[in-house]
């Protein structure tokens, strides 16, 4: 079954992130409390997933202990390819949302984590942009199903 297991925010961009329980998410807007929240946002940018299953297996490659929360995406889902849901609706508890673009790693997290091949390992395996169609509360252990 498919869910999600860890949520993170920052207010700002740079900052730790912090895990919380709960997020809200606006419709065109984002999450609340975000770096990224905003008017008119990009539908790219309105929030991001990874799988933990990435995660687990680079701490197992290379011998770390990195948490889900470090690699700075807002859920961490468990349970679900997110790469085959680009162009697809998905429904995590009762918020709607569209894949949009897969998420690249960037050079700057791989300096953040002081990490060996970050960019590199996580390039297919680096999350999901997504959209949010249909505002609502978003909690840890929502479920997440395909539309």
Do not use: W
């Not at 960037?106 to 390039?123: T, Y």
């Amino acid at each position: 079954m498919s869910q999600v297991i860890k949520l993170g925010i920052a207010k700002n961009n740079n900052q730790k992130i912090n895990e919380v329980d709960k997020i809200e998410l606006l419709s065109g807007k984002g999450i609340i409390g975000d770096r990224h929240f905003q008017e008119n946002n990009d539908s790219r940018c309105n929030l991001t997933l990874i799988e933990s299953e990435n995660i687990d297996y680079y701490n197992d490659k290379f011998k770390t202990n990195y948490s889900y929360i470090d690699f700075r995406r807002n859920i961490v889902t468990k349970g679900i390819e997110l790469n085959q849901l680009v162009g697809k609706k998905l429904l995590i508890g009762e918020i709607e949302l569209e894949g949009k673009d897969l998420c690249r790693p960037c050079k700057h997290l791989e300096e953040m984590l002081k990490g060996q091949d970050i960019v590199k390992e996580f390039l297919r395996r680096g999350g999901l942009r997504c959209e949010i169609l249909k505002s609502g509360m978003l909690s840890v252990g929502d479920k997440i199903k395909i539309v």
